[in-house]
């Protein structure tokens, strides 16, 4: 079975900083790996999608995305964070065949003036 | 650009009441999920939908809850006689025939609230 492991439940940055938010995954195939972003008491917005190809993908609002298969990992960082930044976000790690999507507990980040 | 609808957004009802939550995904998309979220909490899958039937459903979605495409363009989740536990965000999802990449777009999310 999928999984997807967030090592970081809060994260506080300041503005202007460098991110990087954790996701390592778990799946035994070629995975589906997407980073959705939740702004308090909305939906999610999808940030960043991999399947194959290039390993660093960009994504909407200055985000990417690095996979490693070594490392089972698909962190996402930002050269520079801005205050609209705050929210939480989540890792998500899919199949083929258009199945259910697994998220991991998500990461808050907090963006400090 | 087009979008998931989901009505409503907060629904509040007391415990053993029914309650459906309704979505309206993307025109053209033809594969459907619900998933839900307890406040502070991961979100989980509950079921996918395809072809009027269920392609895929969690051990969440037991007998208390039902799907339905009662039309070419609503998606119901119905939850028969709901409890405490029950109260999270659902959020609906779909994705189009021609996914690439196997991307759900999401709906805003109803809340509900049950007493």
Redesign the interface.
């Known amino acids: 079975a999928q999984s997807v492991t967030q090592p970081d439940i809060h994260i506080t940055v300041s503005e202007g900083a460098s991110l990087e938010l954790r996701c390592n995954y778990s799946y035994g195939a070629t995975p ?1 790996l ?1 980073w ?1 972003v939740q702004s308090p008491g ?5 940030l960043l ?1 991999y ?1 194959s190809g290039d390993t660093l993908v960009q994504g909407i609002k200055g985000f990417e995305a690095e996979f490693k298969r070594s490392q089972s990992s698909f962190n996402l960082r930002k050269p520079s964070v801005h205050w609209s930044d705050a929210a939480e976000y ?1 890792c ?1 790690v ?13 990461t808050r980040l907090q963006v400090q003036p | 650009e087009p979008e998931v609808t989901q009505t409503p957004s907060h629904q509040v009802t007391q415990m053993g009441q029914e309650v459906i939550l309704r979505c309206v995904p993307i025109s053209n998309h033809l ?1 459907f ?1 619900w ?1 839900r979220q307890i406040l502070g ?5 509950l079921v ?1 939908f ?1 072809n009027n039937e269920i392609s ?1 459903k ?1 051990e969440i979605f037991d007998d208390q809850f039902s799907v339905e495409r009662p039309d070419g363009s609503n998606f119901t989740l119905k939850i028969r006689s709901t409890k405490l536990e029950d109260s999270a965000m659902y ?1 609906c999802a779909s ?1 189009g025939q021609g ?11 109803t809340r509900l609230t049950v007493l």
Do not use: C, H, M
């Not at chain 2, 909490?41 to 899958?45: A, C, L, S, Y």
């Open positions: 589906y997407f959705y909305q939906g999610l917005q999808l999608k399947f989540f998500a899919g199949a083929e065949g258009r199945r259910a999507l697994t998220f991991g507990s998500g | 594969y999920y998933y909490q991961k979100v989980e899958f996918s395809y895929e969690s959020f994705i996914a690439r990449y196997n991307e759900q777009f999401f709906g805003p999310g």
